[in-house]
């Protein structure tokens, strides 16, 4: 069963008198599992698209299943509690809550939405911080870390629910070479090791080399579907 079905989805913004098409009609599918990306210049609609299917923003018109649940008419709180249990979101600039420590922003999600006993929830922190290589770090604030380091957290906070969907928009524009190298790689394993799926948009050719699939919006319609030479990999 696929983690996201979009049929003919439509998103309008609308303010006063002026109207954005942002969406205007898109289809596809992603699978379980899967590592995809949304690529496409600025404007082309991908943030719209992520925050659609993160259930942040509802579609004007069309369908939209996310995780086996439709998703296009969920009320305030519903979106709220569907994106606690099964949405993980890696941002840009990491989002970081700067007055909580890294351990405190991993527990964060878990404290929202889960009423897990404190010692298996700080237990759990404990798992994801060590899986995303910041076990000794912890105690520091987002300003003591690099930006790398920053967007291992968010991963980290973005999978401690056991999110089967995580969606990243731009997670690499903040970081250098090097630096977007590790964190591509890290989430591709988190994929492999939780059976993940990773949603991406992006400009980013590191990121685009790593995906199986990529869907290329251009003013709001889905252009191109490229799946990568030998398929699912990784
Ligand atoms: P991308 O992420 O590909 O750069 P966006 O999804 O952010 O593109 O934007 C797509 C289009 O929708 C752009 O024309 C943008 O100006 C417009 N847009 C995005 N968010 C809003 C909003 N909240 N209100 C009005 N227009 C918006
Ligand atoms: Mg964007």
């Known amino acids: 069963m696929s983690v996201i079905i979009a049929k003919q989805l439509v998103k309008t913004y609308v303010a006063g008198d002026i109207k ?6 898109v289809d596809f599918s992603i699978e379980p599992a899967s590592f995809v990306s949304f690529i496409g210049p600025s404007g082309s609609g991908k943030s719209t698209l992520l925050n659609m299917i993160g259930c942040l923003d509802p579609p004007t018109s069309g369908e939209l299943q996310v995780v086996g649940q439709d998703i296009t008419n969920l009320s305030r709180q519903d979106a ?3 994106r606690g249990e099964h949405i993980g979101f890696v941002f840009q600039d990491f989002n970081l809550i700067p007055v909580l420590t890294v ?3 991993v527990e964060y999600p878990l404290l929202m939405v889960q009423n897990w006993p404190t010692d298996k929830r700080k237990k759990r922190v404990q798992e994801m911080l060590d899986a995303v290589g910041m076990a000794d ?3 520091k604030y987002p300003s003591q870390i690099s930006g790398g380091q920053k967007q291992r957290v968010a991963v980290a906070r973005a999978l401690v629910t056991n999110a089967k969907l995580v969606l990243a928009d731009e997670p690499t524009a903040n970081l250098d070479r090097k630096t977007a190298n590790m964190v591509i790689d890290l989430m591709k394993l988190m994929r492999n090791e939780y059976k993940t799926t990773f949603v991406f ?3 980013d050719p590191r ?5 199986e699939i990529t869907f290329e ?3 709001g319609i889905l252009q191109r579907q490229k799946t990568a030479a030998g398929g699912h990999h990784g």
Not at 207 to 211: P, R
């Open 20 to 25: 954005v098409e942002a969406i205007r009609g």
């Open 80 to 82: 709220a509690r569907f």
């Open 103 to 105: 351990f405190e922003n």
């Open 137 to 139: 770090q912890g105690r």
């Open 201 to 203: 948009s992006t400009h």
């Open 207 to 211: 990121i685009v080399d790593n995906v």
């Open 217 to 219: 919006l251009e003013d």
